[in-house]
């Protein structure tokens, strides 16, 4: 598996995007949910548990999407040593900060 994060490019394997691109399928699947809900006047009580559904969801791909950053990238740039380590490590405690 071949990474260029320096180049701000990661070349990902078919199934990794293939398991990410499924994730964000269902996410619009359930944003369109929520739409026909608000259109046909649904009950907010409703609409806000679909919508923590979504939440949800968002959630479980960034971990995802995480957990291959750090054992690809992240481990790729530490194992190169020298300023890249130290970037790798500024960029995901920065990344974790947004995520939390």
């Known amino acids: 598996m071949e990474h260029t994060c320096c180049e701000r490019k990661t070349i990902r394997t078919e199934d990794d995007k293939k398991r ?3 994730r964000l399928s269902r996410m619009e699947g359930q944003l369109r949910g929520i739409r026909a809900m608000v259109e046909a006047d649904a009950y907010c ?3 806000l548990t679909q ?13 995802e999407l995480l957990g291959m950053h ?3 990238c992240v481990s790729d740039d530490i194992r190169a040593g020298d ?3 130290e970037r790798a490590v500024d960029e995901l405690l920065d990344l974790m900060r947004k995520l939390m």
């Open 70 to 72: 750090v054992r690809s």
């Open 83 to 85: 300023e890249r380590s």
């Open 45 to 47: 009580a409703d609409v």
């Open 51 to 63: 919508a923590a559904a979504v939440r949800a969801a968002i959630d479980a791909f960034d971990r």
């Open 20 to 22: 990410l691109i499924n």
